[in-house]
């Protein structure tokens, strides 16, 4: 891929978020949690830079749900949820077709709401079938959602949130992700 279709592929794919604020504060929020995170468990700079750029773009697929969908304050119907859950192979397929670097992103994108019991979407892989850069995205993704308002619901304060994690550890999340994640919350605080 020539440096120019390249710069056009990355300006296409970040400039989707310029629209929805809220949106592109949570990836950022992701991102440095997710980086965070990363630093602790000591991943490669392979494995970090490639878990930091796919936390900033997990939610890419959002951007193609109908907002009526994306804003509902009410709970989602079953058609509802069958919608908003392509987002995660929505945004994959994107990082797919801008190439290069960006698919390389397309797995973890892909897989950051599997859950460890295998109970996840979109194909229900469980324990380490799952990249784990997805399993920690997962982590952070989960954490800053439930410390964030939503117009459907309050946010829950951090030390519920922790509580939260606890409780999904071995089942929605990576345990030993969990752990780790909580360690370096305690630290930072």
Known sequence: ???GRLRHSALRVTSLFVWDGDLFAHAWRVMRLAQSLATFLDLSLQKRTRLVRAALLHDLGKWFIPETILYKAAPLT???WA???RHPQI???LLLKAGGQWAD???VVLAHHERWDGRGYP???PGEQIPLEARILAVADAYDAMIS???YRQALSPAEARD???NGAGSQFDPHVVAAFLEVLEREE
């Open 1 to 3: 891929m020539s440096r």
């Open 78 to 80: 079953e058609e509802e």
């Open 83 to 85: 919608i908003m859950r």
């Open 91 to 93: 945004g994959s397929s």
């Open 105 to 107: 992103l397309a797995p």
């Open 123 to 125: 194909y229900g892989l």
């Open 149 to 151: 308002s939503r117009v």
């Open 164 to 166: 939260e994690l606890q």
